[in-house]
T-cell receptor
Framework: KAGVTQTPRYLIKTRGQQVTLSCSPI?????VSWYQQTPGQGLQFLFE???????NKGNFPGRFSGRQFSNSRSEMNVSTLELGDSALYLC??????????????FGPGTRLTVT | AQTVTQSQPEMSVQEAETVTLSCTYD???????LFWYKQPPSRQMILVIR??????QNATENRFSVNFQKAAKSFSLKISDSQLGDAAMYFC??????????????FGTGTRLQVTL
């Protein structure tokens, strides 16, 4: 079974631009979560989608948004990019929404650099 | 809010030796899950071991075991017979059993483990 895939793997953008990152979960997984990883702030939860609905959101500004499609693929969008948005963005999928013993499988991440 | 603390930024162990990585957490909840994740240089986050808070027995996965002390809110990872492939960043993580927030993992700052010959 294929793992979680994220595209693109690397991205360079300029301040003020917007960016869209994509995550394809493992087949059959309906929950997708997004995390931001930076050297200064570590790993921080962005949001989680389940059955096309955002169920949980971290403490990030409204410039960060996401959506999930009917095939469970998810995208996250960052508008008006700032230098501080440079990070590794990780996506994780799970079969159910965080139930007992439900494991989250992570993708390889998208490295975003904002110049 | 829950917090996870890893007080060891870096650790080193010789091949075939045993090393213990520390993790403490703070929560007011009684039901939750704890995890250790490994992130090698390839960046792919891999689940190493999981512990359910309601289980008194410490989890074990091959060479990896935990020492879970619920009252002390401590969750350490022991790696036995260390191998070169164990070199990575290790993150301790907390997940609530509350269905409203059960998808969110709260991570510690990580411990970089070096394995030497």
């Amino acid at each position: 079974k294929a793992g979680v895939t994220q595209t693109p793997r690397y991205l360079i953008k300029t301040r003020g631009q917007q960016v869209t990152l994509s995550c394809s979960p493992i087949s059959g997984h309906r929950s997708v979560s997004w995390y931001q990883q930076t050297p200064g702030q570590g790993l921080q939860f962005l949001f989680e989608y389940f059955s096309e609905t955002q169920r949980n959101k971290g403490n990030f500004p409204g410039r960060f948004s996401g959506r999930q499609f009917s095939n469970s693929r998810s995208e996250m969008n960052v508008s008006t990019l700032e230098l501080g948005d440079s990070a590794l963005y990780l996506c994780a999928s799970s079969m159910l929404r965080g139930w007992d013993s439900d494991e989250q499988y992570f993708g390889p991440g998208t490295r975003l650099t904002v110049t | 809010a829950q917090t996870v603390t890893q007080s060891q930024p870096e650790m080193s162990v010789q091949e075939a030796e045993t090393v213990t990585l520390s993790c403490t957490y703070d929560t007011s909840e009684s039901d939750y899950y704890l995890f250790w994740y490994k992130q090698p240089p390839s960046r792919q986050m891999i689940l190493v071991i999981r512990q359910e808070a309601y289980k008194q027995q410490n989890a074990t996965e091959n060479r990896f075991s935990v020492n879970f002390q619920k009252a002390a809110k401590s969750f350490s990872l022991k790696i036995s017979d260390s191998q070169l492939g164990d070199a990575a960043m290790y993150f301790c993580a907390y997940r609530s059993a509350n269905t409203g927030t059960a998808s969110k993992l709260t991570f510690g700052t990580g411990t970089r483990l070096q394995v030497t010959l």
